[in-house]
């Protein structure tokens, strides 16, 4: 039924050398096909890519909601109860992601089962009867919240990811416009599989759908919005405790520079060896989760940070540490050994991401080849990137590598203020109760004119 | 409870993954139990200790466990190694045993078996360093629980049903300024004895090298008495049936919590007991989550878990969030009335039989990760039963007899201890 390109990419066994080809190519101009071969030996995936620009968050949330509670709910005369019992006793594991331009529903299983389990996912898609219930429960799920509730570092990223990422405006999503388009078949399909063939994979995952145009949100996605420096900080003064995170989004020059970016973000806080740990926790005795972060968003950008958890007494006194941390990795005083674990580290969660992580594959794919692949040959130049690294030049370049401090935002949700860090910061923000990250964002980007 | 057999075919059990035998060693000198499981296809030697006792066996500190846990990883890596304290440790307090995992190829094996070792001496950290270790705890306790709210009103509901904040409950945050060095030395010196702690050593290694080194290690050691679970007789009052409601802020949603305590008597055979709990309670599970969830729409979300102890104690608590329209107090009832619509339920063999293909998926899926496998190692290992491989416990759950799943199912539904507490948010967010 589909017409298919189909294209390899191979990675060496151990990961030091890349080599990547087209194998054949037939093209409907509907639904592309790629493959890759990087995930370990037994399991498979597939991904179902739609391209559909998002421009808010909640839009986002909106659709990914819609398509869980589509998995979640009965497909005809099966029960939730049959549906699940078959997922279990056949390993199908389903996961949504999404981009400001993809939707993604990828299905993973045992090589021995993945024929079925796309013959399951077939059966999901082309089910168009959504269940109320199901999609109150995730709308649910998927409802925003806010760090400030749990004060977790994760939160705090992923308000800030949201922040630079969904820029527009126009809110509402009429349900039946959603419906008819997760519908329409997916255009791409992104297979990945080590020594297994596909055959009619993409056949079977695309048999009764139909063809038709992106119809929602077909309007390009708003540039993403650059983050403000400065302090934002939620009071509280009965707090016990205060989280503290300070970083930035970076865009980098090229892909050796986010990979040095990456290993630098390693030793200041990647476990225990990391800066971060042995100061932090180890030497004073201030946090339980002292860490980096380096979590790539779309092509050569990057959030980057670095927070802990401390006891709000404390917290001005850890915060001005957290700063020499990040100034000493910067001016490049940096040890031989720390910086060889770091880029161990590194690697090791590069190959850890190809070998298990399917989605994680699939989006550094689609930065590149958001709408269809390339008439040649794909090449990740990340991964090469990333293995030729030169250790003593981090070091050297780590002040070109990393933003001036000055550039960062700090985030800190709990404690008393300290006037002393207010009074010093031209960008200051106190955030009111109640209100999200993204208030004092707003507030900081107007007074440094980002928009 | 009317039992209806329906014809099915069986499920296949197969298990296609390379074997693990679990070789009881046969000289383990002090210690309570030894296992090696040579595993061909792995490069690396994986070592758990497993010390026999954990959050239960506190007397009147919660939390005393869980820090003597922090002070004798930390004094076992400062004791081996010339740069301690910048590796990931990996250690974990459970409710009845705390396990310390070393990891190493087998060049590095001594090494691993002297950090294993080290963790039975009294740990030897400087006085200052032990208690600002306190302070470690307590962030990491805050973080777990600014995680996980909800743990904190499960562990209300366990206090209700056990009229207690000892051994069975617990109350590690409020305890938490009362953790001091003196109690963790001394909950040390009583639980962290050889007798009280089992080794399982997996991997790379052959039965006569992992012997070898036991008693290179271990061949000092003394047996003495395993220290006793006295938690075991800790039971709630056969009467209870305990509704708590309050108003809190540390929530998210309107959220119940429920416990329940029953029995299962027949001891004859404790592993197949087992086996026959993770049947049965998938079975209980699916039938309420069915109801309150995926056919109703009493719940918005719903989680269970089920605890079997050594003795045929059995735990379960449940935690649900209502769903649009639905209050605390029908939720409640409805919970009720779901786990005691199981008297007159049939259960059919074919039931039964999901019920067993499912637990086997679920240990083939795991067994595809190497440090699954440990997980498996450590369950029983944990009540100081022997070990179980993946596909050991795939034989297990074949050879389940009906009859203990279905006593399991019906003590279950029958009158029981329970206690809920119904907790509504101060404001709704």
């Known amino acids: 039924m589909s017409n298919k390109k189909i294209i390899f990419i191979l990675i060496g066994i151990y990961f030091s050398v890349t080599s990547v080809f087209a194998d054949e190519q037939i093209n409907d101009e509907i639904s592309y096909v790629t493959e890759f071969a990087s995930l370990n030996n037994n399991i498979a995936a597939a991904s179902l890519v739609w391209t559909l620009n998002t421009q808010t968050k909640e839009q986002s949330r909106k659709l990914q909601a819609f398509l869980a509670a589509k998995i979640s709910g009965p497909i005809g005369n099966k029960s939730v109860r049959e549906i699940i019992d078959f997922r279990i006793i056949n390993d199908i594991n389903f996961s949504i992601e999404a981009t400001p331009k993809h939707l993604i529903l990828t299905v993973q299983s045992p090589k021995e089962n993945f024929k079925i389990a796309a013959q399951h996912a077939n059966e999901i898609l082309q089910n168009n009867v959504i269940n109320n219930i199901w999609l109150k429960r995730k709308n649910h799920s998927y409802r925003n919240i806010s760090s400030t509730q749990l004060r977790t570092p994760e939160l705090v990223e992923s308000e800030l990811i949201n922040y630079v990422l969904y820029t527009g405006t126009v809110k509402a999503l009429e349900k039946d416009m959603i419906n008819l388009e997760i519908s329409r078949r997916p255009n791409q399909i992104i297979l990945n599989a080590k020594d297994f063939d596909f055959e009619e994979v993409p056949n079977i995952l695309l048999k009764g759908l139909t063809n038709y145009d992106a119809i929602l949100n077909n309007e390009p996605v708003k540039p993403f919005f650059d983050l403000p420096n400065g302090i934002i900080h939620l009071a509280d003064e009965k707090s016990s405790e205060t989280l503290i995170f300070a970083g930035t989004v970076q865009k980098f020059k090229t892909l050796s520079h986010q990979a040095e970016a990456n290993t630098l973000f390693k030793y200041m806080g990647y476990g225990a060896g990391s800066e971060m740990f042995r100061i932090i926790r180890q030497e004073k005795r201030a946090s339980y989760d002292p860490r980096s972060h380096f979590t790539q968003i779309s092509d050569q950008l990057a959030l980057t940070g670095l927070s802990a958890t401390v006891a709000s007494e404390k917290w001005s006194e850890i915060y001005d540490l957290i700063f020499d941390i990040y100034n000493n990795t910067r001016l490049g005083l940096n040890t031989e050994k720390g910086m060889k674990n770091s880029y161990n580290t590194m690697i090791n969660e590069l190959i850890s991401n190809l070998r298990r992580k399917p989605n994680w594959l699939v989006k550094r794919y689609l930065e590149l080849h958001p709408n269809k692949p390339p008439d040649t040959f794909i090449n990740l130049k990340l991964i090469d990137a990333s293995f030729e690294l030169s250790l003593p030049e981090i070091n050297i370049m780590a002040k070109e590598i990393l933003p001036e401090p000055s550039k960062l935002i700090s985030i800190i949700i709990g404690g008393k203020i300290n006037s002393k860090i207010k009074d010093n910061n031209k960008f200051y923000c106190q955030l009111p109760k109640n209100q999200p990250i993204e ?3 707003k507030k900081l980007s107007v007074a440094q004119d980002l928009f | 409870m009317n039992i209806f057999f329906l014809s099915l075919s069986l499920f296949l059990l197969t298990f296609p993954v390379s074997a693990q035998k679990v070789i009881p060693l046969k000289n383990i000198h002090g210690l ?11 490069a690396r030697i994986d070592i758990q200790l497993i010390i026999l006792s954990g959050s239960y066996d506190e007397d009147d500190i919660s939390g005393i466990a869980h820090y003597t846990e922090h002070l004798a990883a930390l004094s076992s890596d400062a004791a081996v190694l010339q740069e301690p304290r910048q590796r990931d440790l990996n250690a974990f307090t459970s409710q009845v045993s705390t396990v310390y995992t070393n990891t190493g190829t087998e060049s590095e094996l001594d090494r691993i078996m002297k950090l294993t070792r080290a963790v039975l001496d009294t740990p030897q950290l400087t006085q200052s360093f032990k208690e600002s270790e306190i302070d470690i705890v307590k962030r990491e306790v805050y973080y777990k629980e600014r995680n996980a709210p909800t743990r904190w009103l499960n562990r209300l509901a366990l206090q209700k049903l056990y009229n207690s904040k000892s051994g069975r409950a617990e109350t590690p945050v409020e305890d938490l300024n009362k953790l001091t060095v003196e109690r963790a030395i001394k909950f040390h010196n009583k639980h962290y004895k050889p007798s009280n702690s089992m080794l399982i050593i997996s991997g790379k290694i052959n039965e006569k090298l992992a012997q ?9 050691t003394q047996k003495t008495k395993r220290v006793k679970d ?8 056969k009467n209870l049936n305990s509704v708590t409601k309050i108003s809190t802020n540390r929530l998210l949603n309107n959220q119940l919590s429920f416990a329940k305590f029953f029995r299962f008597a027949d001891l004859s055979d404790i592993l197949g007991m087992q086996a026959s709990f993770f049947i049965a309670s998938d079975i209980y599970n ?16 719903f989680s269970q878990s089920s605890y079997i102890a050594i003795n045929g104690d059995i735990e379960y608590t449940a935690s649900l969030i209502p769903f649009e329209g639905v209050n605390l107090d029908q939720a409640h009832k409805e919970l009720k009335n779901a786990i005691k619509s199981l008297r007159d339920k049939s259960i059919t063999k074919k ?41 050991e416990f795939a034989k297990m759950i074949a050879d389940a007899p009906i009859k203990d ?17 119904l907790a509504k948010l101060d404001v709704e967010r």
């Open chain 1, 439 to 441: 208030f004092c964002l």
């Open chain 2, 286 to 301: 699916s039938h309420l989550n069915d109801i309150l969830y995926l056919d109703g729409n009493i719940a918005q979300s």
């Open chain 2, 32 to 42: 309570y139990n030894a296992y090696v499981i040579p595993i061909d296809d792995q």
């Open chain 2, 351 to 391: 039931e039964i039989e999901i019920a067993r293909a499912k637990n086997v998926a679920y240990a083939k899926s795991l067994s595809q990760s190497p440090r699954a496998y440990l997980d498996f190692f450590q369950n029983l290992g944990s009540d100081g039963l022997p070990p179980v491989s993946p596909k």
């Open chain 2, 405 to 421: 799943i279905l006593k399991i199912i019906t003590a279950f539904s029958s009158d029981s201890p329970n206690a809920a507490i």
């Open chain 2, 230 to 237: 006295v938690w075991l007789n800790q039971r709630p009052n």
């Open chain 2, 212 to 220: 070898k080194k036991v008693s290179e290690y271990f061949g000092s």
